[in-house]
């Protein structure tokens, strides 16, 4: 299972929270989410603090948001990773 908030805070930042599972059994809510956030802030933090899980598939669907979201000349920043996921998503501009 997979919930998730997004929070717009001054000027163009917003934070999208995920708790839970990336999974091929929440891809399309992690999709939902992404969307959520990067149609509403020009730079998104996401804090992964609370993920338990990320597979192979979610792993790439954040890594081909992040190349679109440079595209559209905003930004994508990941906390909160644990460093048994850091090796899935080194290339993300990860704090």
Not at 46 to 69: P, Q, R
Request: net charge negative; aromatic share 6%.
């Amino acid at each position: 299972m997979l919930t998730y908030s997004f929070n717009k805070v001054e000027g163009h930042l917003g934070f999208l929270e995920l708790d839970g599972e990336l999974s091929s059994d929440t891809i399309a809510k992690l999709q939902e989410a992404l969307y959520v956030a990067l149609n509403n802030a020009e730079h998104v933090v996401i804090n992964l603090g609370n993920v338990t899980k990320i597979d192979s598939g979610c792993s790439e669907l954040l890594e081909k948001v992040h190349i679109y979201a440079k595209r559209l000349k905003k930004v994508m920043t990941i906390r909160g990773l644990r460093h048994q996921f850091g090796d899935n998503l080194q290339q993300l501009s990860v704090v």
